[in-house]
Each structure stands twice: as structure tokens, then as C-alpha cells.
């Protein structure tokens, strides 16, 4: 069974740009949360989505975004870029996101913001 | 969120048991404690978790301490690809797959 699948793996982009980072899950799981990762913050939630819907959320501004398609594949989106989002963005899937369940992380989208 | 407490650096000579600790005075009982890793530049790995009683897999033991209070994971014979960083995590029930990272216990396994 394939893991959790990130692309683009590595991306350069300047300040004031958007972008948008792709995660495929785990066939079957329904569940996809987002993180973000920086030297000095650590590991921090972004969103969950499950069935399509936002479930959680965390304390992070509104530039960042991301959805869910029918098939549970998941994009998230960064608008107006600025230096601090340079970070490593971090996806990961379960089955429905029960306190019970593993979650699998996929290897993570390395962001450089110039 | 229950918060956990973990040494930020542990030593381990190759071959030997790894013993991490991990304190959660505050879990509630229906939260697992779920433990994880991570190397360098990767996607954090699952490891193992538990409910009340001990676990073990493939991978590793976990203890936790009748009280709930504490836990500890044990790497049996640790090797050099075991150095990452681990992460001891509280699993809050209804709050889906939100978890709270702290700052983990980098274990450095040495020849």
C-alpha cells in the first residue's frame, strides 16, 4: 500500500507569491491533516479535513488555506507569502481521525521563501 | 491539550536498550499516549501507543505507569538508525488528528 504522497517535495518561491502544496493519503483514509514544521516553532497544526469538510483548525492567519476532494486527496494554500512561511509542510492521513487510530505522515513539502 | 514533559537530548550506546521517558500528569482517562519519531527532514514515523496497559510491536515496548502519569518507550537494541527525534504525544478524544508536539527528546545512539 503507497504511503502519504507530497508534492512538489522541494519549492523556492519570493515574497508576496502564493502557493499550493499537494497531499494524496493513504487509500482509504478519509482524513488529512496539515502541519507545518520550522527550527523555531517545532511541529504546529494547520487544519484537519475529513468527508470534505474542515474539522480543526489551528492559530495560524487566514493566507493559509487548503480543501479536500471527494477522492480525500488535499491541497493546502499559502497567499502573500513572507519569510517565516519557510518551513517544511507536513501532511498526514487516517482512516476517520479517532483518537484510537495511527496517523501516517507523508515526507513533507520544503518550503523556501525568498 | 495534556501536556508532555521529555528530556531534550538522551545518549544510548549502540546495542543497548533505549529507555525514553515521558511525563503526562494531566491525561485524562480516555487519552491515548501515542509515541512517535522523527529523522532528519522526514515525515514524523508512528511508533506505538497505548491506552492503560503495556504495548509492544515490531518496533518497540511501551510502558505505561499505573497512574497514567508517565509512560516510557523502550527501543531494545537501539542502532545507529535509531537517532531521530521522539515525540511523546496525548491524544485528546473528539479533537481528530490535532495532535500537540512538544519538543521531543532527541536521542543520539552512539557506536
Known amino acids: 500500500k503507497a504511503g502519504v504522497t507530497q508534492t512538489p517535495r522541494y519549492l523556492i518561491k519570493t515574497r508576496g507569491q502564493q502557493v499550493t502544496l499537494s497531499c494524496s493519503p493513504i487509500s482509504g483514509h478519509r482524513s488529512v491533516s496539515w502541519y507545518q514544521q520550522t527550527p523555531g516553532q517545532g511541529l504546529q497544526f494547520l487544519f484537519e479535513?475529513?468527508?470534505?469538510?474542515?474539522?480543526n483548525k489551528g492559530n495560524f492567519p487566514g493566507r493559509f488555506s487548503g480543501r479536500q476532494f471527494s477522492n480525500s486527496r488535499s491541497e493546502m494554500n499559502v497567499s502573500t507569502l513572507e519569510l517565516g512561511d519557510s518551513a517544511l509542510y507536513l501532511c498526514?492521513?487516517?482512516?476517520?481521525?479517532?483518537?484510537?487510530?495511527?496517523?501516517?505522515f507523508g515526507s513533507g513539502t520544503q518550503l523556501s521563501v525568498l | 491539550d495534556a501536556k508532555t514533559t521529555q528530556p531534550p537530548s538522551m545518549d544510548c550506546a549502540e546495542g543497548r536498550a533505549a529507555n525514553l521517558p515521558c511525563n503526562h500528569s494531566?491525561?485524562?482517562?480516555?487519552?491515548?499516549v501515542y509515541w512517535y519519531r522523527q529523522i532528519h527532514s522526514q515525515g514524523p514515523q508512528y511508533i506505538i501507543h497505548g491506552l492503560k496497559n503495556n504495548e509492544t510491536n515490531e518496533m518497540a515496548s511501551l510502558i505505561i505507569t499505573e497512574d497514567r502519569k508517565s509512560s516510557t518507550l523502550i527501543l531494545p537494541h537501539a542502532t545507529l538508525r535509531d537517532t531521530a527525534v521522539y515525540y511523546c504525544i496525548v491524544r485528546v478524544v473528539g479533537a481528530g488528528n490535532m495532535l500537540t508536539f512538544g519538543g521531543g527528546t532527541r536521542l543520539m545512539v552512539k557506536p
Open positions: 498526514a492521513s487516517s482512516l476517520e481521525g479517532g483518537s484510537y487510530e495511527k496517523l501516517f
Open positions: 494531566t491525561i485524562s482517562g480516555n487519552e491515548y
Open positions: 479535513y475529513f468527508s470534505e469538510t474542515q474539522r
